[in-house]
């Protein structure tokens, strides 16, 4: 009952869900589109679980005092007074809505800005660490440097042959190997599925029984 | 007044994330900890009025499904209310005496995600990619002719120069015979070059095409790891590492641009603020 | 100290501080070079460009999080812009919760433009969680994935949706997308259904995409903010995209010169070490 149900269930809708695209019998597309309307209550759910799994992390740290406790605070301040704007305004989804506006002017330009720092670390690590140390190095190095060139209009300026080169690299080289790594991490995909619904992989299920 | 009022937060904040460049501080850790609260929060409310208020409490409390009325105790009533419950078993984790039962929907969410993936990506990452993989190795146009027979003419001269300067060591206590050396691969290297576009512009052979199938099989061989890399096997996965390594320079400079947008992105936000003032 | 030594120990800062100038000052002295259309751009642009006025219509799926938006947010105008413009019926919709908010201010900024009206020329279909299923769901029937629209009106109230049942009504489906979904369509709506499937992606994944352009899976690509550059040339309606390929020319130039002093400083120090050892100085 504990172990044996939920794999027996893996199981069950896996198969069911990997043969019905080969089975279109309107009663089995019937049940297919109902099955799918489940995985994504589930998905809601799950994710609803995730929020109370933050709110708890950050009741412990108030709760135990951690020395930066008073950050806790400041996430609990942004939720609740999302969930509260969500909830209670009437027209939360209307455009210019609080709600709304507290999106597009406290989460957009914090989110952002955090992906826009990883620019000057970018820079600082092509100072740092891309060294030419070896053939493979420094073949990655030069493929990196005429792309760079030719994705930009500059590079049209100093000549015609690096956007011309930047082309063939993408559409040669890069084609062919991104598509070696497309294949092997596809079968390694259906291979994972398939020990997911065989019961081999059962990490999903946790440690206890 | 509050386009500018709104405008401001959004500028304070992001120069709150930018005072990290200088060295971590409370006011980044501010706007780090107040994002992940306004996030989940909003998240919270865009799963809770997209999906569960119309998907699951809206039929089951109201008998309202997409503005049409269901029946108590009909079949669409018991389909929203079926995942709700197996949705909310999950939330038996935080009752350790129960908390195996959360596993029963995982099962059904686990299973379900894995079985509907396994025919679409075998068809659209292994069925389709080897079937545009195996292009004619002649007989067809070849748009970047020019370009794979400059590259194979490169790589004709630095394997000429490896061949007589590396390996046969010639030259070696001589600067002038190793210059006559490296001029005699470049010719070597133009030679081959001039022969191979003969060789494509009669259309003898499609080289891109040649190039993009040995490239194919060299990545697929690299990764193959069942069998040592020796021999023809051992050739293949090094050609496969060249490719490779191209690949990922061309990732690289995609990268490269990439973060530099977002970095433009946030910089014109903020020249528009400041404009604001002015304007 | 020597020149290498100096600057191989160079305070990072003063790395950044060069990136945040060079940025900068490209937006007060703008070049104005012209950036060239490349063939997955245009075929993309082609492929809108084919669409019948007042016919089926184009579904779009703004997938992308405020974290990639200002590389995604461009494409996303653009191909708005330029649907809008040939009088095309759009369907939007996300299958990111983030998208949410991204896709509500970018639709509403291109139908006031134009002045679309809400239902009648453009829909808002809002936010579904399960990346797969929601795009199987679709193939199947758009109203048991979406009983509603985002603001809770039925869709058998709007005017637009009328005869839409699957991917049979739509014409093109182009998604915008810094993560994954992406591929989810091209699995889930490409193989199954046959959809046409446009992607405009960050130019972090763009480099990826092309086996998927290359096998016919994709009708065309958009990569990064250069890709929404050349969108925009296209329907000739400059903006964002076009605003910072200067900056862009500036900073690549910059990145490939500190890559090159970085690769000169090494190696001589390398090469000194080496000395110093031959000569048994350390």
């Known amino acids: ?209 | 007044m509050t386009t500018l009022l709104l405008a401001t937060v959004g500028a304070i904040l992001t120069l709150c994330v930018y005072s990290f460049l200088y060295k971590d501080n409370p006011f980044y850790k501010f706007a780090e900890h107040l994002v992940v609260g306004v996030s989940a929060g909003y998240y919270l409310v865009i799963y809770t009025f997209n999906f569960i208020v119309p998907n699951v409490t809206d039929p089951v409390f109201t008998l309202n499904l997409g503005g049409e009325a269901i029946r108590l105790g009909g079949l669409d009533w018991w389909m929203a209310l079926a995942p709700g419950l197996l949705g909310l078993l999950l939330y038996t984790r935080f009752f350790p005496k129960i908390a195996w039962i959360g596993r029963w929907p995982l099962g059904i969410y686990v299973g379900g995600y894995a079985g509907l993936g396994i025919s679409p990506v075998m068809q659209a990452r292994v069925i389709n990619q080897l079937r545009a993989g195996a292009t004619p190795l002649a007989g067809t146009p070849d748009p970047f002719a020019n370009m794979t027979n400059v590259c194979l003419g490169l790589v004709i001269f630095i394997a000429v120069t490896y061949l007589l300067l590396v390996k046969r060591q010639l030259g070696a206590r001589n600067t002038g015979a190793k210059v006559g050396i490296v001029a005699l691969a470049a010719l070597v290297g133009y030679g081959g070059y001039v022969a191979l576009s003969a060789l494509s512009g009669a259309g003898v052979v499609n080289l891109t095409n040649v190039m993009l199938v040995v490239g194919l099989l060299g990545t697929l061989t690299y990764f193959f790891f069942s069998m040592r890399h020796t021999g023809v096997l051992g050739v293949l996965a090094r050609i496969g590492i060249v490719f490779l390594m191209v690949g990922f320079g061309a990732s690289f400079g995609y990268t490269v641009m990439s973060r530099i947008s977002l970095l433009i992105g946030r910089v014109g936000f903020l020249i528009d603020w400041v404009g604001m003032f002015f304007s | ?282």
Not at chain 1, 10 to 20: D, E, L, R
Not at chain 1, 80 to 103: C, E, K, V, W
Not at chain 1, 179 to 203: N, P, Q, S, W
């Open chain 3, 1 to 282: 100290m020597s020149w290498y030594d100096w600057l191989l120990g160079i305070d990072r800062r003063w790395i950044f501080l060069t990136i945040a100038i060079a940025v900068v000052i490209p937006f007060f002295a703008p070049l104005g070079l012209p950036v060239v259309v490349t063939p997955p751009v245009q075929n993309l642009y082609d492929a809108v460009e084919a669409l019948e006025p007042d016919g089926k219509p184009l579904l779009l799926s703004i997938d992308y999080t405020p974290a990639t938006s200002p590389e995604l947010e461009p494409m996303s105008s653009g191909v708005l812009r330029h649907a809008f413009r040939k009088d095309i019926p759009v369907i939007v919709m996300t299958l990111h919760p983030a998208g949410y908010g991204m896709a509500e201010s970018a639709i509403l900024a291109a139908a006031e433009e134009f002045g679309k009206e809400y239902g009648e020329d453009y829909v808002f279909l809002g936010f579904q969680p399960g990346t797969s299923a929601v795009i199987l769901g679709l193939g199947v029937n758009i109203r048991t994935v979406f009983p509603e629209d985002a603001y809770g009106t039925p869709l058998s109230e709007l005017p637009v949706m009328e005869g839409i049942r699957n991917y049979d009504d739509v014409s093109l489906l182009i998604t915008f997308a810094g993560w994954s979904a992406a591929e989810a369509w091209i699995y889930y709506a490409h193989q199954p259904s046959g959809q046409i499937v446009g992607a405009g992606v960050t130019a972090v994944m763009a480099t990826d995409y092309y086996p998927y352009l290359d096998a016919g899976q994709l009708v065309g690509l958009l990569g990064g903010m250069r890709g929404a550059a050349e969108y925009e040339r296209l329907i000739d309606r400059p903006d964002a995209g076009a605003r910072g390929m200067d900056s862009q020319s500036v900073i690549h130039l910059i990145i490939i010169l500190l890559i090159v002093l970085g690769n000169a400083a090494y190696f001589a120090s390398r090469r000194a070490r080496r000395l110093a050892q031959a000569r048994g100085e350390i």
């Open chain 1, 1 to 209: 009952m504990r172990r044996q149900l939920p794999l027996a269930l893996c199981f069950i809708f896996g198969v069911f869900t990997a043969i019905q695209y080969y089975v279109p019998h309107f009663r089995v597309q019937w049940f297919q589109e109902r099955l799918l309307q489940w995985l994504m209550t589930l998905l809601a759910f799950a994710f609803l679980l995730g929020t109370v799994s933050l709110i708890k992390v950050h009741y412990h740290k108030l709760r135990d005092r951690a020395p930066d406790r008073g950050f806790s605070l400041v996430v609990f301040a942004g939720l609740f007074t999302m969930i509260g704007l969500g909830f209670i305004h009437p027209d939360h989804h209307a455009p210019g809505s609080p709600f709304n506006q507290m999106f597009l002017n406290v989460q957009v330009p914090i989110e952002a800005t955090m992906f826009s720092l990883l620019a000057f670390y970018v820079a600082s690590a092509a100072f740092r660490a891309f060294r030419a140390r070896t053939l493979e190095a420094t073949l990655l190095l030069i493929a990196a440097a005429i792309v760079m060139l030719g994705r930009v209009p500059i590079g049209d300026l100093i000549s015609p042959k690096i956007p011309e080169a930047t082309r063939w690299i993408l559409e040669v080289p890069n084609l062919t190997a991104k598509r070696g790594v497309m294949i092997g991490v596809g079968l390694g995909m259906m291979a994972t599925a398939l020990k997911i619904m065989l019961g081999i992989e059962r990490a999903w299920m946790g440690g206890s029984d």
